[in-house]
């Protein structure tokens, strides 16, 4: 038969093993009342803070359920706990009067670092003009007063740092000292103490996480460069302050502050149009027809960018990115490749639409910059195969040899194929065949180490080559389509879309897409073809995108605003020039191999 415990039982053994919990409890309640009984106190009159109240009345939480043997120890215990978490630790005073300081400001200095070390904070309040000059301000705990009640709406839930604190000290400038700044006590005594323990830590003080000149300079310094996170700024500033105690939402603030500040007052595009225009920065700018204020088009430059551009005009790639500003505008990069195979920004483009209208704006915008500082128009121009691009660029750059992205076509080819590869299978039971596709497939790690490999040609492409094993998969389709577009000549080229044709006839619909998608313009993307363009052998658009992937490290999300945005560029420009003109001091003191005699290897 089962025995029940009782009640009384039950709450014997609770106590047990709950007695931290239960002392815990005890303790705060104990605290709670205790404070309050010195706050009344207080404002009675009867008593001072010199002696901190550190035996307040005995409160007992618990029903008296202990074993007879073990209540006087648990009574014993609570109270010297709580005599000891009660007693208000002493915070000494500063030195008064103190040496004279100079200002109230160096005073107001002194006091603060004596505070900082001893656990409280001091402001000022109060300030008195006397004929000509401040000469008295009240220096007070930053815990002074009660808790004042919420003036919103309550729905966030703030917190007070106010504990009824009376401490307060007199600073003064008076004829006898020389006008120098000294200190004095109040008359009434409860006045020179405090009500709390000291903070465990300087940050609980709002007063000694003041931005100072000096932190806000090395914040900025810092801050130069808008993908450094919070948290390494703030290591530099321990670094360089080993005192501070700021804490990461204080550098989110400080930066937030210096940020506007650099606006000077002005929204973050019309502080962007006063940059240009105070720096001569060259840009294109188009604004709303209904929305006199409102930008929905820019395309600009700077100087490094023009002088690259002059000096390699012959091939130009477009490219767009997104989320780098909050607007949600696409950014448009322009970039061309210099003596070195590195990657140049020639120009910069933000438009509201990636409708024709758009796109005829940006490379309008492009095409006033080449004439306004007499800049080559390119040879070849490169972009992805967007259709409204293509006809933007076809009307402002009518000379120029449009090129497509090979990687771009590779990897649509690989996509279409899986999705639209057919898959026979047959029924054992009734002996009928069936196809099936995947429309919604997408690529794998796979799959894109084959786009990879595609993009690379490591020998000719020639009839010697073309009877190798493809398999009869869609990952063959890219391997006979690579030979298309490698071919060296135009006879190589029809004889391997004639065997991509033949091995593949039964994948209508792959050939169908290939037919009537790219084959109509293989003249921008054919071997054979673009081979007669001056290109230099530059066949993608994997510049402009690494550089797409360069502006994002200098940002530290996709918010930015337009201001923000621009300074991340021309962070990057800088490291941009400091990298070529370091390579190319290098290059100048190199020898190839092949060009050195004999007689050097001595």
């Given at each position: 038969?089962?025995?029940?415990?009782?009640?009384?039982?039950?709450?014997?053994?609770?106590?047990?093993?709950?007695?931290?919990?239960?002392?815990?409890?005890?303790?705060?309640?104990?605290?709670?009342?205790?404070?309050?009984?010195?706050?009344?106190?207080?404002?009675?009159?009867?008593?001072?803070?010199?002696?901190?109240?550190?035996?307040?009345?005995?409160?007992?939480?618990?029903?008296?359920?202990?074993?007879?043997?073990?209540?006087?120890?648990?009574?014993?215990?609570?109270?010297?706990?709580?005599?000891?978490?009660?007693?208000?630790?002493?915070?000494?005073?500063?030195?008064?009067?103190?040496?004279?300081?100079?200002?109230?400001?160096?005073?107001?200095?002194?006091?603060?670092?004596?505070?900082?070390?001893?656990?409280?904070?001091?402001?000022?309040?109060?300030?008195?003009?006397?004929?000509?000059?401040?000469?008295?301000?009240?220096?007070?705990?930053?815990?002074?007063?009660?808790?004042?009640?919420?003036?919103?709406?309550?729905?966030?839930?703030?917190?007070?740092?106010?504990?009824?604190?009376?401490?307060?000290?007199?600073?003064?400038?008076?004829?006898?000292?020389?006008?120098?700044?000294?200190?004095?006590?109040?008359?009434?005594?409860?006045?020179?103490?405090?009500?709390?323990?000291?903070?465990?830590?300087?940050?609980?003080?709002?007063?000694?996480?003041?931005?100072?000149?000096?932190?806000?300079?090395?914040?900025?310094?810092?801050?130069?460069?808008?993908?450094?996170?919070?948290?390494?700024?703030?290591?530099?500033?321990?670094?360089?302050?080993?005192?501070?105690?700021?804490?990461?939402?204080?550098?989110?603030?400080?930066?937030?502050?210096?940020?506007?500040?650099?606006?000077?007052?002005?929204?973050?595009?019309?502080?962007?149009?006063?940059?240009?225009?105070?720096?001569?920065?060259?840009?294109?700018?188009?604004?709303?027809?209904?929305?006199?204020?409102?930008?929905?088009?820019?395309?600009?430059?700077?100087?490094?960018?023009?002088?690259?551009?002059?000096?390699?005009?012959?091939?130009?790639?477009?490219?767009?990115?997104?989320?780098?500003?909050?607007?949600?505008?696409?950014?448009?990069?322009?970039?061309?490749?210099?003596?070195?195979?590195?990657?140049?920004?020639?120009?910069?483009?933000?438009?509201?639409?990636?409708?024709?209208?758009?796109?005829?704006?940006?490379?309008?915008?492009?095409?006033?910059?080449?004439?306004?500082?007499?800049?080559?128009?390119?040879?070849?121009?490169?972009?992805?195969?967007?259709?409204?691009?293509?006809?933007?660029?076809?009307?402002?750059?009518?000379?120029?040899?449009?090129?497509l992205c090979i990687h771009h076509i590779n990897s649509n080819v690989i996509l279409q194929s899986k999705r639209k590869w057919v898959y026979t299978t047959r029924d054992s039971s009734t002996g009928e065949e069936s196809s099936s596709d995947e429309p919604d497939a997408a690529l794998n790690q796979r799959d894109r180490q084959a786009v990879q490999a595609s993009g690379r040609q490591e020998e000719p492409i020639t009839h010697d080559?073309?009877?190798?094993?493809?398999?009869?998969?869609?990952?063959?389709?890219?391997?006979?389509?690579?030979?298309?577009?490698?071919?060296?000549?135009?006879?190589?080229?029809?004889?391997?879309?004639?065997?991509?044709?033949?091995?593949?006839?039964?994948?209508?619909?792959?050939?169908?897409?290939?037919?009537?998608?790219?084959?109509?313009?293989?003249?921008?993307?054919?071997?054979?073809?673009?081979?007669?363009?001056?290109?230099?052998?530059?066949?993608?658009?994997?510049?402009?995108?690494?550089?797409?992937?360069?502006?994002?490290?200098?940002?530290?999300?996709?918010?930015?605003?337009?201001?923000?945005?621009?300074?991340?560029?021309?962070?990057?420009?800088?490291?941009?020039?400091?990298?070529?003109?370091?390579?190319?001091?290098?290059?100048?003191?190199?020898?190839?191999?092949?060009?050195?005699?004999?007689?050097?290897?001595?």
């Amino acid at each position: 038969m089962t025995i029940l415990p009782t009640a009384l039982g039950l709450a014997r053994q609770l106590v047990k093993t709950d007695r931290h919990l239960a002392s815990a409890l005890a303790l705060a309640h104990e605290r709670d009342l205790a404070w309050a009984e010195q706050r009344r106190q207080m404002q009675e009159g009867r008593a001072t803070f010199s002696q901190p109240v550190t035996s307040p009345v005995q409160v007992s939480l618990l029903p008296n359920v202990s074993a007879p043997g073990e209540e006087q120890c648990e009574q014993h215990d609570l109270s010297d706990a709580s005599s000891r978490s009660n007693a208000v630790e002493t915070i000494p005073n500063p030195p008064i009067p103190g040496d004279p300081a100079p200002s109230v400001d160096a005073l107001f200095a002194r006091v603060n670092s004596f505070a900082k070390t001893r656990g409280f904070g001091v402001i000022k309040a109060h300030g008195m003009i006397r004929p000509g000059q401040r000469s008295r301000y009240v220096l007070q705990c930053d815990r002074y007063g009660a808790p004042r009640p919420g003036r919103g709406a309550g729905l966030r839930k703030r917190k007070s740092r106010k504990s009824g604190c009376l401490w307060k000290i007199i600073a003064e400038a008076l004829p006898e000292n020389g006008f120098q700044w000294t200190l004095r006590h109040f008359p009434d005594a409860e006045h020179r103490h405090h009500n709390h323990n000291p903070s465990t830590d300087a940050a609980a003080h709002p007063v000694h996480r003041r931005l100072t000149s000096p932190v806000k300079a090395t914040i900025q310094s810092s801050s130069r460069r808008v993908g450094i996170r919070a948290r390494d700024i703030g290591g530099i500033v321990r670094d360089h302050f080993p005192d501070s105690v700021y804490t990461k939402r204080d550098i989110y603030n400080a930066r937030a502050r210096i940020s506007r500040e650099n606006l000077g007052g002005y929204s973050s595009t019309a502080a962007l149009i006063k940059l240009f225009d105070d720096k001569e920065i060259p840009y294109v700018a188009e604004w709303a027809k209904d929305e006199p204020d409102r930008l929905v088009g820019l395309v600009w430059t700077f100087p490094y960018c023009i002088q690259m551009w002059r000096r390699f005009p012959e091939v130009i790639s477009f490219d767009n990115t997104y989320n780098t500003n909050r607007f949600k505008l696409p950014l448009f990069q322009v970039t061309g490749q210099t003596c070195l195979g590195t990657v140049f920004n020639a120009a910069f483009g933000l438009i509201d639409n990636e409708r024709l209208e758009g796109f005829q704006f940006l490379t309008n915008g492009v095409r006033t910059l080449l004439d306004r500082y007499s800049i080559r128009t390119p040879d070849v121009v490169i972009t992805d195969f967007d259709d409204q691009m293509k006809k933007a660029l076809g009307v402002e750059f009518q000379d120029a040899q449009q090129q497509l992205c090979i990687h771009h076509i590779n990897s649509n080819v690989i996509l279409q194929s899986k999705r639209k590869w057919v898959y026979t299978t047959r029924d054992s039971s009734t002996g009928e065949e069936s196809s099936s596709d995947e429309p919604d497939a997408a690529l794998n790690q796979r799959d894109r180490q084959a786009v990879q490999a595609s993009g690379r040609q490591e020998e000719p492409i020639t009839h010697d080559n073309l009877s190798r094993l493809i398999t009869h998969d869609y990952h063959g389709v890219l391997m006979l389509w690579r030979l298309v577009v490698f071919a060296e000549t135009e006879e190589d080229h029809e004889k391997a879309w004639e065997r991509l044709c033949t091995q593949f006839g039964d994948q209508r619909a792959i050939l169908a897409y290939l037919y009537g998608t790219y084959m109509p313009v293989r003249a921008q993307w054919a071997r054979c073809f673009i081979r007669k363009y001056r290109n230099f052998g530059i066949r993608v658009t994997s510049g402009t995108e690494a550089s797409n992937n360069n502006i994002k490290s200098y940002l530290l999300n996709g918010m930015s605003h337009l201001y923000r945005l621009v300074e991340a560029i021309q962070g990057m420009l800088e490291d941009q020039e400091r990298e070529f003109r370091q390579a190319c001091a290098q290059d100048e003191v190199l020898t190839a191999r092949e060009h050195v005699g004999r007689g050097s290897e001595r």
